[in-house]
T-cell receptor, first 112, second 117 residues
Framework: QKEVEQDPGPLSVPEGAIVSLNCTYSNSAFQYFMWYRQYSRKGPELLMYTYSSGNKEDGRFTAQVDKSSKYISLFIRDSQPSDSATYLC????????????FGAGTRLFVKA | DGGITQSPKYLFRKEGQNVTLSCEQN?????MYWYRQDPGQGLRLIYY???????QKGDIAEGYSVSREKKESFPLTVTSAQKNPTAFYLC????????????????FGQGTRLTVV
């Protein structure tokens, strides 16, 4: 079993839709929960992160962490074609050193 | 501009040949990382270094080698022992993660796409 599971998609939605992206994980030592956005043929960029449990909002993006269920989510409101990218969840914890574990990434297409 | 630079952007390797991917950063970061990205697999850690002249194996180090002679440089060599080297390679750097509550963001380069021909 992978430490972090993420559905690779692709996920296709119409412009203006609410998008929900999710990851599950197995290691309770994870403390930081991150979402990276990666455009085609580019390196990933950090979009948001949450420390421990709870919600965090930044404009159209909301990150949620439920440590009891080992489940994290990224919601995108009023999705735009420019949101089309691969979204990777990532986690860090003291798992024998602070090492980042990435999910497989979900490819998102927002159609105009 | 501060950032992390990978070169070349595209690289072709013949069977049995060693190739070296370059990664340079001017962010004054102590930690540097090499990841491999394959479709449907996310990023997998090859090697990482938290200080000059020291590095550790990641999850898939076999067939790869690195050096860290300077703080700003962390080249990756893909050796002939790596049986399936075709992939997208990403280099990243960060301040060393310590303490609680504040994430030290990793900055990624633009990647090198390696293809075996």
């Amino acid at each position: 079993q992978k430490e972090v599971e993420q559905d690779p998609g692709p996920l296709s939605v119409p412009e203006g839709a609410i998008v929900s992206l999710n990851c599950t994980y197995s290691n309770s030592a994870f403390q930081y929960f991150m979402w990276y956005r990666q455009y085609s043929r580019k390196g990933p960029e950090l979009l948001m992160y949450t420390y421990s449990s709870g919600n965090k909002e930044d404009g159209r993006f909301t990150a949620q962490v439920d440590k009891s269920s080992k489940y994290i989510s990224l919601f995108i409101r009023d999705s735009q074609p420019s949101d089309s990218a691969t979204y990777l969840c990532a986690m860090i914890g003291n798992t024998g050193g602070f090492k980042t574990i990435f999910g497989a990434g979900t490819r998102l297409f927002v159609k105009a | 501009d501060g950032g992390i630079t990978q070169s070349p952007k595209y690289l072709f390797r013949k069977e049995g040949q060693n190739v070296t991917l370059s990664c340079e950063q001017n962010l004054n970061h102590d930690a540097m990382y090499w990841y491999r990205q394959d479709p449907g697999q996310g990023l997998r850690l090859i090697y990482y270094s938290q200080i000059v002249n020291d590095f550790q194996k990641g999850d898939i180090a076999e067939g790869y080698s690195v050096s860290r002679e300077k703080k700003e440089s962390f080249p990756l060599t893909v050796t002939s022992a790596q049986k399936n080297p075709t992939a997208f390679y990403l280099c990243a750097s960060s301040i060393v993660q310590r303490g609680q509550g504040v994430l030290t963001e990793a900055f990624f380069g633009q990647g090198t796409r390696l293809t075996v021909v």
